[in-house]
């Protein structure tokens, strides 16, 4: 077997004939002696001529290439369960690996299925009507389910990717995930996605439960069966042997029950920042470098700048995007972005965000391990409380940098609207100084990034959870509480679907062990 790379031009997709006469070359024999040939990755450069470069493998007669194949979904409605809490990508791809393994998940979701869930996101876009309990953060699908499906990890560090790259595939997204560099689904396509997964799941025994908001958790035993006990807030009670937690980084009242048991917890650091909203065709003409044509792929961003001894950087960016309300609870004004799968809005947005440890905020040390989801919820608040409403605190881009009051705005994404105000003085100073640094400083690796054209909107604060959930390395379960598996971004072991799809599946793999 040999792995080579080829360029073509980004209109051009290589035939067959083409890959295996590409093929013959690496390998050193006739085309018609290649026996199998297959793009492995496909990446996109813009340096010069415009060109998508494949990686491609090939074999030559009596060699096979590796094909990957799902393990199969067992029927697994007689067999002993799991609780499995939370319906994001953590929770959903736990419970498909369940069904491999021969156990029964049964999943609790406070929200609601992913089609009613449509309604409350709409009403949240148009009437400003906050559903705590169904949102852009939680319902079916999670997060991740409207707002984008990009699916950044590429590593194997955490796990076997191909096993949930080829299960998305397999539920309908693109085969082109599976060799994409930047793979991206879509938020118009994943609530089909996700609704096929729980298709998937009950129709091989396992349970889904909507509604079920888990307000306790109890260790249970009846002395040779240990396990646990799950008490809802609409008085159900669920009980297994084992639970998988996956809440998501956005249910603030799971570390508040950990919190009240004695149970472990830890501060982590996260970012915090501002969503930063172009014109798409802007971003275009400098990624592009001027060589823009209608049908190229909307362009991408990746920035990163240090600035007094923290990072700087674009997170979730969002080509041809929207930005949307990623609040959970009235009162506060939180940004997020997300891009059908065309990529064909007139923006792009991406968050701008700043790294926060603990030992930034000093006034927040009276509230010991919540020191940072305490400030970042006073962030979140202040940005409400200057609009006293969903409307975004908003300014041009380099009015931001220079303290100086916007004179109108430009048209944005943000359906709930935006709001000009004084963004400077909204976000706290030392956050503020550094992204005042790092627009600069990007204006430097995009020449014409750094412009009134452009948007600036607060707050982008949930990039990640500011608490973890430690848990033993060897077993996964948390310190002292056998049975009980913390994982995906709520326990602070992940960041974005993929990689807590495959935390998902490490804490099903020690779950059914």
Do not use: S, W
């Given at each position: 077997m040999k792995e080579f790379e080829i360029a073509f031009p980004i209109?051009?997709?290589?035939?067959?004939?083409?890959?295996?006469?590409?093929?013959?070359?690496?390998?050193?024999?006739?085309p018609e002696r290649v026996a199998d040939v297959r793009i492995v990755r496909r990446s996109l450069d813009a340096r010069?001529?415009?060109?998508?470069r494949y990686r491609v493998q090939a074999a030559a007669q009596g060699e096979l290439l590796e094909a990957y194949h799902v393990p199969e979904y067992r029927d697994v409605t007689h067999s002993e369960p799991v609780l499995v809490v939370g319906g994001g990508p953590a929770g959903m791809f736990a419970a498909l690996h369940l069904l491999m393994e021969g156990r029964?998940?049964?999943?609790?979701?406070?929200?609601k299925d992913v089609h009613s869930r449509k309604v409350d996101v709409a009403s949240l876009n148009r009437q400003q009507a906050v559903h705590p309990d169904s949102?852009?953060?939680?319902?079916?699908?999670g997060a991740g389910t409207f707002s984008d499906g990009k699916l950044y990890t590429r590593s194997n560090k955490r796990g076997d990717l191909r096993e949930v790259l080829h299960q998305l595939v397999a539920f309908g997204a693109p085969e082109s995930i599976l060799v994409d560099a930047h793979p991206h689904i879509g938020s118009d396509s994943l609530p089909r996605i996700v609704e096929r997964i729980r298709e998937c799941i009950v129709a091989h025994g396992g349970e889904y439960h909507f509604g079920e908001k888990v307000l306790d958790l109890q260790p249970v035993s009846d002395g040779l069966h240990k396990g646990w006990k799950a008490v809802c807030e609409r008085g159900s009670v669920f009980a297994a042997p084992q639970v998988i937690l996956a809440t998501g980084h956005s249910a603030r009242d799971i570390y508040r029950l950990f919190a009240a048991k004695g149970w472990p917890l830890e501060a982590k650091g996260f970012a915090l920042g501002v969503r930063a909203e172009h014109p798409q065709s802007l971003i275009n003409r400098i990624q592009y470098h001027g060589k823009y044509q209608p049908g190229m792929p909307a362009a991408e961003y990746a920035l990163v700048e240090q600035v007094d001894g923290r990072g700087v950087f674009s997170f979730c960016m969002c080509p041809g995007g929207l930005l949307v309300p990623a609040v959970t609870?009235?009162?506060?004004v939180v940004l997020n972005g997300m891009s059908n799968s065309m990529r064909n809005s007139p923006w792009?947005?991406?968050?701008?965000?700043?790294?926060?440890?603990?030992?930034d905020v000093p006034a927040f040390d009276r509230y010991g391990v919540f020191a940072l989801l305490e400030f970042q919820h006073q962030v979140e608040s202040a940005m409400f409380g200057f609009s006293s409403s969903l409307q975004a605190p908003a300014q041009r881009l380099v009015d931001f940098c220079r303290k100086k009051p916007s004179q109108g705005l430009p048209k944005s994404s943000y359906q709930p609207g935006v709001l000009n105000a004084p963004l400077f003085e909204l976000l706290p100073e030392f956050v503020y100084e550094r992204l005042r640094v790092a627009f600069a400083a990007f204006d430097r690796k995009?020449?014409?990034?750094?412009t009134n054209d452009a948007l600036v909107l607060g707050t982008e604060s949930r990039t990640s959870s500011p608490v973890r959930i430690p848990?033993?390395?060897?077993t996964m379960c948390a310190m002292g509480l056998p049975g009980l598996y913390p994982c995906g971004e709520g326990a602070g072991y992940a960041g974005g679907i993929t990689s807590s799809a495959l935390d998902g599946i490490l804490a099903a793999t020690a779950a059914a062990r």
């Open positions: 209109r051009h997709e290589p035939f067959e004939a083409e890959l295996r006469t590409a093929a013959g070359r690496a390998l050193g024999v006739k010069g001529e415009i060109l998508y029964r998940p049964v999943l609790l979701e406070r929200g949102n852009y953060c939680f319902g079916e699908g609870q009235p009162g506060e792009a947005n991406a968050g701008i965000v700043c790294a926060v440890d603990p030992g995009m020449k014409g990034y750094y848990r033993d390395p060897e």
